[in-house]
Every structure is written in structure tokens, then in C-alpha cells.
């Protein structure tokens, strides 16, 4: 068996072939031969013919949907605390159909991907949808932003159309959010003189990044960074490494979002910029970027 070098994020995706095959997820502290039966793992037992949901030595027989794929994805939800087992019918628009779901206990100690892989069978890490896939939402970007890049890239640029839905009041200030709600890291590049880089709720106003009280920012210029909320800011030194990737951490248990400035290499660096404690909510949360014209904002795989 091997477990995952990182705690896992809000859903991951695998491929699965062969007779048999276990994956899940358990504790740092899980004992490692015993997935099926461990108390602190909670696993999918995969076969051709149907699966196994396993925990604590008990299993759950599930059919196996029409679909004869071996794709599966698991989410998970740290804030109702359940990882769910689906199985995917890959396509133009992927399709899941849930296996199972399971309610875990109420803990802070981090999780990671385990697999118990038997001779002749494999399992896939899909490297795109690890930690979950992020992208610029087209319908809310607002006054003079183009996105580019299969909408991973948002730039500022005179001129642009204005938000294509009429849902959405037109601002001054050229914005967008992201289509999906984070997950627990998602890391950015940017470039030009200034952009801001957050995260809000999906009710945040749109113009207002930086004075809203249900959005977190980082405010980035080249000699320095404001950290920005409520219509407060603290001004940031910039890190020796001279870099414009940024990483965000959001971690839903303790309630924080935290920034950290990059440096890449073979063994990527990372210093803490700023963090913020937020509230105790079961809203979503939401990337978004404020970019001015010529500069840019990229989410990266």
C-alpha cells in the first residue's frame, strides 16, 4: 500500500485497473496494513463486479452503475466532515454517480489519499484534479477584463466588453471571480504593475474587494503587498525572492485563509505572507481577482 505525501484536498480523481483495488482516505497515524479495517480510514474496495464501502472491519456491498468505468472521484467535506465515493462516466460533460458517503468524526488532524494496490492492478492519480480545478467564471467578469487560457488566465485590457450577464450590475472596477468555490490550496501567477487576489463569498460586492467584510485580498505591487479586509490594510515587505506566484491556503476547520509568496525551483519555496481568521460560516468561498489594464492574473494547474 502507499499513502499520499499531501493531506488531501476537496476532492481528488482516480483510475483504478486490474482484479482488485482499495482507495480511500485515513490518518496520518492510520495503521497502514489494515485500510479496510482501520478505525481512522475510510476506503472504496473496488472490483469488476461491484464495490466495497469499508471502515472499522464492516462493508457495505454496492452495484456497480451502468457505466463500466474505473474512474472514481472522492470529496471531501471538512466542514460536515463526509468523504463521498463517486464513480465518474467520462465524456464532453463528465457525469458521477455517487457509491457512497461517509460521516467521519469531528477532528482537525489532516487526512491523505491511501491505496492498497495487489499485483497486476494499478491506481492513477489524476494530476489535474487533485486538489481540485479552478476557473475564472466568464459571467462575472466585469468592465474591461478579457480571460484567455480555457478561462485561467484574466487580464485587464481598455476597451473589453463589459459582464455579459444581466444579472450582474456593471462597476468600475474590472473583476471576476471563479466558477468554482476553492478548495484547501490553489496557487496564482501574476504580472503588470498591480493586482488584487482574493477570496470572497459568492455574495461579496463585486467592486469592492477590498472594502468588503466577506472578502480576504492580497494586494500586490511590485516593492510591496497589502493584506486587505473590511476597508483595513497592512502593508507587506516583499520576500528576498522576487517572484509574482502566489499560493492560498484556505483551511475550513480553523477557519483561516492564508497567503504565501513562492519561490520556484526544484524543490519549490514558499514564505508566509500574511494569514486571515474568518468566521465561522458554511458558505462557499469564491477566488477572485480585481486586474487593471496590463497586468494579469493566472490560475495554475
Not at 483504478?16 to 478505525?39: C, F, K
Not at 467584510?213 to 503587498?225: E, F
Not at 528576498?240 to 519561490?263: A, E, L, Y
Request: glycine content about 4%.
Amino acid at each position: 500500500m502507499v499513502k499520499s505525501k499531501e493531506p488531501i484536498g476537496s476532492f481528488w480523481v482516480f483510475e483504478w485497473s486490474g482484479p482488485n483495488v482499495v482507495v480511500g482516505v485515513a490518518s496520518a497515524y492510520s495503521p497502514s496494513d489494515q485500510i479496510r479495517e482501520s478505525s481512522t480510514a475510510w476506503s472504496l474496495d473496488c472490483y469488476d463486479d461491484y464495490y466495497d464501502a469499508c471502515h472499522a472491519g464492516s462493508a457495505i456491498r454496492l452495484p456497480i452503475p451502468p457505466s463500466s468505468t474505473k474512474q472514481i472521484r472522492v470529496d471531501f467535506d471538512p466542514k460536515r466532515h463526509t468523504v463521498s465515493f463517486s464513480q465518474i462516466t467520462p465524456g464532453p460533460t463528465p457525469q458521477s454517480t455517487e457509491l457512497h458517503k461517509f460521516t467521519l468524526p469531528n477532528s482537525e488532524e489532516p487526512l491523505f489519499a491511501v491505496a492498497l494496490v495487489w499485483p497486476s492492478c494499478s491506481a492513477t492519480l489524476n494530476p489535474k484534479t487533485t486538489q481540485g480545478v479552478l476557473t475564472w467564471d466568464p459571467n462575472t467578469a466585469i468592465n474591461g477584463v478579457v480571460l484567455s487560457d480555457e478561462n485561467r488566465t484574466v487580464k485587464g485590457k481598455m476597451g473589453a466588453p463589459a459582464c455579459p450577464h444581466p444579472s450582474i450590475k456593471a462597476f468600475d472596477w474590472p473583476m471576476v471571480k471563479s466558477k468554482e468555490p476553492i478548495g484547501s490550496f490553489w496557487v496564482f501567477e501574476w504580472s503588470g504593475p498591480n493586482v488584487v487576489v482574493g477570496v470572497a463569498s459568492a455574495y461579496s460586492p463585486s467592486d469592492q474587494i477590498r472594502e468588503s467584510t466577506t472578502a480576504w485580498s492580497l494586494d500586490c505591487y511590485d516593492d510591496y503587498y497589502d493584506a486587505c479586509h473590511a476597508g483595513s490594510a497592512i502593508r507587506l515587505p516583499i520576500p528576498p525572492s522576487s517572484t509574482k506566484q502566489i499560493r492560498v491556503d484556505f483551511d475550513p476547520k480553523r477557519h483561516t485563509v492564508s497567503f504565501s509568496q513562492i519561490t520556484p525551483g526544484p524543490t519549490p519555496q514558499s514564505t508566509e505572507l500574511y494569514k486571515f481568521t474568518l468566521p465561522n460560516s458554511e458558505e462557499p468561498l469564491f477566488a477572485v481577482a480585481l486586474v487593471w489594464p496590463y497586468c494579469s492574473a493566472t490560475l495554475l494547474p
